[in-house]
């Protein structure tokens, strides 16, 4: 019921910024959840960053606190990440996900919508 892409992953070195949008279908996206998720050749799907509906309350994983940035502009149906300081363990494929139920959530299987990912590489 929600289709999401992500977009705007590339190849950056070390140090440097990328910004990556999450644009969405539907007219129920401004009562979601959202979140980015992370996953690097042979590790698991981790959890980056959420913010719920209103973008008033935003969590951070640890290893990308004070370098990340998640925001939504409930009005374009788009949620963004900034990426600052960007690192080589950053190196991933980046995933958007919705949550219905609105709230604050790590946990990948309380997501109902996945995009396809955007593939993220920084170099040394």
């Known amino acids: 019921q929600v289709q999401l892409v992500e977009s705007g992953g590339g190849l950056v070195q070390a140090g440097g910024s990328l910004r990556l949008s999450c644009a969405a279908s539907?007219?129920?996206?401004?009562?979601?959840?959202m979140g980015w998720f992370r996953q690097a050749p042979g590790k698991e799907r981790e959890f980056v960053t959420a913010?719920?509906?209103?973008?008033?309350?935003?969590y951070y994983a640890d290893s990308v606190k004070g370098r990340f940035t998640i925001s939504r502009d409930n009005a374009k149906n788009t949620v963004y990440l900034q990426m600052n300081s960007l690192k080589p363990e950053d190196t991933a494929v980046y995933y958007c996900?919705?949550?219905?139920?609105?709230?604050?959530?790590?946990?990948?299987?309380?997501?109902?919508?996945w995009g396809q990912g955007t593939q993220v590489t920084v170099s040394s």
């Open positions: 539907g007219r129920t996206f401004s009562s979601y959840a």
């Open positions: 913010i719920s509906w209103s973008g008033v309350s935003t």
């Open positions: 996900a919705a949550d219905r139920d609105g709230s604050l959530s790590d946990i990948r299987y309380e997501y109902d919508y």
